[in-house]
């Protein structure tokens, strides 16, 4: 699975929009791209995946560049109950049993009144 | 619908004892994965269960093994603890057309 790189922290005043960035220059074709979020003292969460196309669901929207080369997820309306870790994860099966998830640092967002 | 559950939520143990850690995956998945998160790092993969077996492991020794049941819940045993081997562990069940849900993972402290 290609590796992911993602900025150690960020702050996003509440209300705004939290746009969180992930480069994963050596995807290949058949991988997706993952988001999930840690909240303190809980395990993971499932935020939203793609291949190419953007995609948006209730929690998030996630943009993914021409090239695949990097990404965005955008919460449009942070919360201060969107303070979390939030990782991506490339992987190249679209769900379930086979490989692990390969969890790198994450970014932790810290959502301020 | 019972999301993943996990017990004990928290555990400390001696050093040099054995623990076992107990997972009952959501309804729908047979899949459970066992994840270590140390303070402050991601999750790292400790090994995963389908059909009763271990289907793939990650770089962890031999002292941490597992067991999947009929029932497709799932236990880690970790033997001869160390110190390091305290952290949150997290197991995760999915299915071939499910995603993986979380627990909310076992806090094990080793003194």
């Known amino acids: 699975d290609a590796k992911t790189t993602q900025p150690p922290s960020m702050d996003c005043a509440e209300g705004r929009a939290a746009n969180l960035p992930c480069n994963h220059s050596?995807?290949?074709?058949?991988?997706?791209v993952y988001w999930y979020r840690q909240i303190h003292s809980q395990g993971p969460q499932y935020i939203i995946h793609g291949l190419k196309n953007n995609e948006t669901n209730e929690m998030a929207s996630l943009i993914i560049t021409e090239d695949r080369k990097s990404s965005t997820l955008i919460l449009p309306h942070a919360t201060l109950r969107d303070t979390a870790v939030y990782y991506c994860i490339v992987r190249n099966r679209p769900w379930g049993a086979g490989n692990m998830l390969t969890f790198g640092g994450g970014t932790r967002l810290m959502v301020k009144p | 619908d019972a999301g993943v559950t996990q017990s004990p939520t928290h555990l400390i143990k001696t050093r040099g004892q054995q623990v076992t850690l107990r997972c009952s995956p959501k309804s729908g998945h047979d899949t459970v994965s066992w994840y270590q998160q140390a303070l402050g790092q991601g999750p790292q993969f400790i090994f995963q269960y389908y059909e009763e077996e271990e289907r793939q492991r990650g770089n962890f020794p031999d002292r941490f093994s597992g067991h999947q049941f009929p029932n497709y819940s799932s236990e880690l045993n970790v033997n001869a603890l160390l110190l390091g081997d305290s952290a949150l562990y997290l197991c995760?069940?999915?299915?071939?057309?499910?995603?993986?849900?979380f627990g909310s993972g076992t806090r094990l402290t080793v003194v």
């Open positions: 050596t995807i290949s074709g058949n991988e997706y």
């Open positions: 995760a069940s999915s299915s071939r057309d499910r995603g993986y849900t």
